[in-house]
């Protein structure tokens, strides 16, 4: 089984974490997270993209410090690590998720 | 003289502003501004890059919709849409400023 590397709170970089919300598509996994799913697997958010594009998705969140993925046989559960952004970076995932709540349906205009 | 395009309050898109702000460069310049400098000349901020660089991360600030430019004779005058940015994305601007002061100095190693 591959070892799934997560970055110590301490490590959590600021430029990481903005350039994986920077995506639409990782800020609604986010979203879906934030709603209170803890451990849920990547196959259950039901993403409009292919299996390994989808999993490029999951595994930028996880390397950038945002979500903790762990595998529970064969599935990867996934669950925000929302403390850990809170303690490091006050304020910014609420805002981000606030800004996706809100601006989500034309967020992909922007870029 | 050539046209500086700025998106309107209601077009400025998530997207583009966290891709603009996930550089450490541009969240430099940008806290400098969030000190009180309005219409701020390029060349004021020193940046350690060349010209075309800085003009390249000023472009993105503003094309973002994160800064707003001003041709005053040859020179640009910069200055942070802040009240643009709080409406659209409440409490996003000062959670990023609030990351890069306490956390810039190590910002560059996350990405």
Chains 1, 2 share one sequence.
Do not use: W
């Amino acid at each position: 089984m591959r070892i799934l590397e997560h970055p110590d709170p301490d490590d959590i970089g600021i430029d990481a974490v903005l350039a994986a919300l920077a995506d639409p598509m990782r800020r609604q996994i986010v979203c879906r997270l934030a709603e209170g799913h803890t451990d849920m697997a990547c196959i259950a958010f039901e993403l409009p993209v292919s299996k390994s594009t989808s999993t490029h998705h999951f595994r930028v969140l996880r390397e950038a410090g945002v979500i903790r993925q762990r595998y529970q046989g064969t599935a990867i559960l996934n669950s925000l690590r929302a403390d850990d952004l809170n303690a490091r970076f006050p304020g910014l995932l609420d805002a981000i998720i606030t800004a996706q709540r809100t601006t989500g349906a034309t967020a992909g205009t922007g870029a």
